[in-house]
Nanobody, 114 residues
Framework: VQLQASGGGSVQAGGFLRLPCLVS????????MAWYRQAPGKERELVAS???????SYTNPVRGRFIISRDNAQDAVYLQMNALAPEDTAVYYC?????????WGQGTLVTVSS
């Protein structure tokens, strides 16, 4: 599986970003997808996930601000991030599990300034 995340950048608090992740080499529509993030000096954490049939879940700090979605025609998963705060600063990774192994994209850096 290949996962290519993009869309990161520097924004001010209260701003927004949309992260796309293009997925290849798997039958995308059959896979659950997730976004993780890793802040400086912290462990990687799950941010949001979406099942193959579109069910979503979010970690508490982002619920109500972030939206995960998928486009099965484009083999892509997205993370819409609204009302960004400095604590959202991290490298964001898209991820899936293929044949029992969790795979990661290369990550995209999001920096939120106050």
């Amino acid at each position: 599986v290949q996962l290519q995340a993009s869309g990161g950048g520097s924004v001010q608090a209260g701003g927004f970003l949309r992260l796309p992740c293009l997925v290849s080499r798997i039958m995308f529509r059959a896979y659950d997808m997730a976004w993780y993030r890793q802040a400086p000096g912290k462990e990687r954490e799950l941010v949001a996930s979406i099942t193959s049939d579109g069910g979503t879940s979010y970690t508490n700090p982002v619920r109500g601000r972030f939206i995960i979605s998928r486009d099965n025609a484009q083999d892509a998963v997205y993370l819409q991030m609204n009302a960004l705060a400095p604590e959202d600063t991290a490298v964001y990774y898209c991820s899936t599990v293929d044949r029992g192994v969790r795979s990661w994209g290369q990550g995209t850096l999001v920096t939120v300034s106050s």
